[in-house]
């Protein structure tokens, strides 16, 4: 069992910068795939950013890429999972999730698709004003 603790969500204003941690504790020693995804009011379900624990490999979202940085740190039996992101935009605006997976695919490649992950933290909420 995979236990999610997201923190760090907030207001800003377009240009700015946050940064959202997610604690995973739990029985994480076998490689897994950690995500953040957000959903806007009205909208679906996105996936924005992946990582594959051990390894470390990171993929982002295209509507992201190069304004947002996945990372990981680990102590003891906790992972600790970053979403650094600057630029912010007001389109970023949605309640963001952290979510993992022992599921992987060819070449311990990370899914974006959220019903690939079995497991999942509360939400952060972001708020980006123009």
């Known amino acids: 069992q995979v236990q999610l603790v997201e923190s760090g969500g907030g207001s800003v204003q377009a240009g700015g910068s946050l940064r959202l941690s997610c604690t995973a504790s739990g029985y994480i020693y076998r490689p897994y795939c950690i995500a953040w995804f957000r959903q806007a009011p009205g909208k679906e379900r996105e996936g924005v950013a992946t990582?594959?624990?051990?390894?470390?490999?990171?993929?982002?979202a295209a509507a992201v890429k190069g304004r947002f940085t996945i990372s990981q740190n680990s102590a003891k039996n906790t992972l600790y999972l970053n979403l650094q992101m600057n630029s912010l935009k007001p389109d970023d605006t949605a309640m963001y999730y952290c979510a993992a997976t022992g599921f992987r695919g060819s070449g311990g490649y990370c899914y974006f698709s959220g019903i690939n992950y079995n497991y999942w933290g509360q939400g952060t909420q972001v708020t980006v004003s123009s």
């Open positions: 990582i594959a624990t051990g390894g470390g490999s990171t993929d982002y």
